[in-house]
């Protein structure tokens, strides 16, 4: 689909996920104008598939793509209710510490039941606990997908149950603070009732680790639209009950205040159908043709702008010689002894270009272009 296209069709999706979780019957003018093909592949690729039916619908119009896609995706929320279930009575049972994260909560604010979709359900756990938790999930009939590779071990289990059990909420290798900020995360953590071993944040805590998440994404390969949904969502529901001192000194903390008061402003107006102006209409163009999980050539540009403080040899020295933290990440022996670090800089270097010639030579292009 040409870019023209696709951002027609995302505007159409937008107006359609506006209708649909402020419970608004779409226009049957605009409805009868809509290409459905090319709106289901939009959607797709924003995972608003099922928001959008859920409008479609409202206004008569039952598609068989849009209508499979809702009924899927309030069948894989409630298996993933019940499979999340056991896996924190068996958590409990082991004397695990966890936590559910991002969309197990998220799913519940929205109006109703399948209207956010799930690719999969995030927990954090305690990380001195990884090997142990695998076994574990493997004792319940799960297979596991990746093991020790970054901040979470991914786990399977047919039909449609994917869990991915984090030791930690972010690494060494994310943009920013994020890392440092949340490194001892326990402490920011307030105890359940209703359970021995389970945690949740406080409101504020909630929305300030949603924003540096979705922060992450923007400022690498970028993210999609329903991420300004979920904060819509979220502002909706606790915007009057919110400590707003308290979230500004924290995200100060994180240096991202500018970008949630951006997000949050976005969100408000688009899901609040109020116009934006010319600078907005420019950022939700980046999320719009980021989709949901971003793209590969958002990072070159991201990694030059928020990595190398728009240096061309900062980003190349970066690239080449990244901090102790992401070389940890990246080359994962290089935590033995420090003695390696040279030769993980030298494997990473040969790796590059042995991994994708195609990849590095698009960067190199990328660069001189900026």
Request: glycine residues 4%; contains cysteine.
């Amino acid at each position: 689909m040409e870019k023209s296209e696709f951002r027609s069709n995302a505007e159409d999706m937008i107006y359609l996920t506006v209708c649909s979780i402020n419970g608004v019957t779409p226009d049957r003018e605009r409805i009868d104008a809509l290409d459905l093909p090319k709106l289901f592949e939009v959607c797709q690729t924003h995972i608003l598939t099922a928001c959008v039916a859920y409008a479609l619908e409202s206004a008569g119009i039952k598609d068989n793509d849009f209508t499979q896609a809702k009924e899927k995706s309030i069948r894989k929320n409630i298996l993933l209710d019940s499979e999340r279930a056991k896996i924190l009575k068996r958590l409990e049972a082991e004397k695990i510490w966890y936590m559910p994260l991002k969309g197990a909560i998220f799913k519940d604010w929205y109006p109703k039941l399948g209207m956010r979709q799930m690719s999969d359900n995030d927990i954090l756990c305690d990380g001195t606990k990884r090997a142990y938790i695998k076994e574990v999930m493997l004792d319940m009939s799960f297979t596991c997908d990746h093991f020790g590779q970054d901040n979470d071990d991914a786990y399977f289990k047919p039909p449609v149950c994917n869990f991915e059990m984090h030791n930690e909420l972010f690494t060494g290798a994310h943009v920013g603070k994020l890392h440092g900020y949340y490194e001892d995360v326990k402490k920011r953590l307030i105890k359940d009732e209703k359970n021995e071993y389970g945690y949740h944040f406080r409101d504020e805590d909630f929305y300030i680790y949603f924003i540096a998440h979705e922060y992450k994404h923007f400022a690498s390969d970028g993210t999609g639209v329903r991420s300004l949904v979920d904060t819509y969502i979220f502002m909706r529901r606790f915007k009057d009950s919110l400590d707003k001192d308290y979230i500004n000194a924290e995200l100060k903390k994180l240096d991202i205040v500018d970008f949630e008061k951006t997000n949050r402003e976005l969100a408000v107006k688009i899901f609040s159908n109020e116009p934006l102006t010319s600078e907005e209409k420019e950022l939700l163009d980046y999320y719009i043709m980021s989709g949901t999980y971003g793209v590969r050539e958002n990072r070159v540009k991201n990694d030059l702008k928020y990595r190398a403080k728009g240096s061309k040899l900062g980003y190349l020295r970066y690239r080449l010689f990244p901090s102790l933290e992401y070389l940890e990440v990246s080359v994962p022996w290089v935590k033995k002894s420090k003695l390696l670090i040279p030769a993980a800089y030298i494997y990473r270097l040969f790796r590059g270009p042995a991994a994708s010639k195609k990849r590095i030579s698009d960067q190199i292009k990328q660069i001189r272009k900026e």
